[in-house]
């Protein structure tokens, strides 16, 4: 039967995949669920959705591509995000093959075919093609923004999710990203005889308020932040995992606040990321004030000192949301992705600033105007003592914390997830066979 199914791609990195599975999860009392992504994605994906490899279960390139080109990204240290975005691209430009070469040596085929294999790209252009697909969706920010153009081509209805405001501060910055290993392709047939009446749709799915300016959105909507559902805004999955952990006790064991530090998943081996650290750890921690809660890659020989394990803890990953709605935590220090952003002003948790790429250097310009972080501070250059002020100022002032409960207000008042499901489903009806 036409219109059951609809299909997901999405690529690995948990902030683009899991944001997307609390909308599939809406649509899969409706519909199939079907997601295309890379093999590192199936350890995460949900049990209601059909999942299909795009990679070959043992290539890992994807990712390691996806953090290559965020550490290159990294590059820049102008207070000025344009400018430093710029300099971030002239160094990318400049030294990419290069860094490419090296990460890939080892590797048969180097960079080549990292979106995935012939065979499963094929599979996917020709499956989103046939008629009981009702809606493809797909992140409009990553490698498989190409699904959208195949959809245009060939009349299937598409909704292209945009977790990041980057294009609309820089629109000649979006790129195009083809396979590049599908050669000489079958020839597939179109949806529907007149392409003109299916529908394309866009969601820009941010908090208006980090948006560059009112009359920035030249298509689609703004739908506010895809939030998770629950009445605590800690996916249900975190909410066990948490409740009887160690980390949970730690945060329990005291009332002293707790500052959370996560600099995000991809600056793993980042040679910053030493610095940062001592600074943060050594320099501008108050363990009289404080306790101090790091989540993410560590650098070698760093660590909680022995008598250091009640002040101080350290952990490769943590359950985000679970911790940020944790009463004791009352400050972040944060990379400024999306999800980070999102889900500290949903549980009113002011931030400081620490931004590395891309999105995040205007992301971090903008929660500093709107009153979300005391501080943007610069990667390459911030003070300890600077890094220190603002991590008191988020602890203590009232201002902040006056803040942060209007724009938690505003940010669930926003409704993203019911307004994303509804523009798929206004898609689906509107585009039907």
């Given amino acids: 039967m036409a219109g059951e199914v609809v299909c997901f791609v999405l690529p690995s990195d948990r902030g683009h995949f899991n944001y997307a599975m609390l909308f599939a999860e809406r649509l899969s009392d409706a519909y199939a669920v079907e997601v295309f992504a890379p093999h590192a994605a199936r350890v995460y994906s949900p049990p209601f959705v059909s999942f299909h490899n795009l990679t070959a279960l043992d290539d890992t390139r994807f990712d390691r591509m996806t953090r290559l080109f965020c550490a290159m990204s990294a590059h820049g240290s102008d207070p000025d995000p344009h400018k430093a975005c ?31 294999t012939r065979e499963n790209l094929i599979e996917l252009k020709e ?49 195009p990203f083809p396979p590049d290993n599908l050669g000489v392709e079958p020839e597939y047939k179109e949806v529907r005889k007149d392409k003109d009446k299916v529908r394309h749709s866009k969601c820009y799915t941010l908090l208006p308020a980090i948006l560059p300016e009112a009359d920035a959105v030249p298509t689609g909507i703004v739908t506010g932040p895809v939030l998770c559902p629950t009445e605590t805004g800690v996916p249900r999955d975190q909410q066990e995992s948490f409740a009887s952990s160690a980390l949970r006790e730690w945060m329990d064991a005291s009332d002293k606040p707790i500052v959370y ?19 943060l750890m050594r320099e501008a921690a108050d363990a009289t004030r404080h306790r101090t809660l790091y989540s993410g890659w560590m650098p070698p020989g760093m660590g909680p000192q022995p008598g250091e394990e009640g002040e ?20 972040f220090v944060s990379h400024c992705g999306a999800t980070s952003l999102n889900e500290a002003i949903f549980h009113q948790v002011p931030m400081i600033a620490l931004p590395f790429f891309h999105d995040q250097r205007f992301n ?5 105007e709107i009153g979300a972080a005391t501080a943007c501070l610069m990667k ?5 003592a ?4 603002a991590i008191a100022e988020a602890l203590t002032s ?21 307004k994303v499901t509804k523009e798929a489903e206004k898609l689906i009806q509107e585009s039907k066979l």
């Fill in 127 to 175: 499956r989103v093609l046939r008629p009981d697909v009702a809606l493809c969706i797909f992140d409009a920010v990553h490698f498989y923004k190409w699904v959208g153009d195949h959809c245009k081509e060939f009349g299937v209805p598409s909704l292209a999710l945009c977790c990041t405001p980057l294009y609309l501060w820089r629109p000649a910055d979006e790129t």
């Fill in 380 to 384: 390459d250059t911030f003070d300890p």
């Fill in 86 to 116: 710029d300099e971030a691209n002239a160094y990318v430009g400049a030294n990419i093959e290069e860094a490419i070469g090296e990460e890939f040596a080892a590797d048969p085929q180097g960079a080549a075919g990292i979106q995935g």
């Fill in 398 to 418: 009232p201002r902040v914390r006056k803040t942060m409960k209007q724009l938690s207000d505003q940010i669930k008042a926003c409704c993203g997830l019911e």
């Fill in 312 to 331: 101080l803890r350290c952990e490769s990953w943590v359950p985000q949301a679970a911790v940020l709605a944790h009463p004791n935590t009352k400050a």
């Fill in 386 to 389: 600077e890094a220190r002020a």
């Fill in 364 to 368: 971090g310009k903008k929660l500093v």
């Fill in 261 to 279: 530090i996560s600099l995000g998943s991809m600056l793993k081996g980042y040679p910053l990321i030493e610095t940062i650290w001592t600074k």
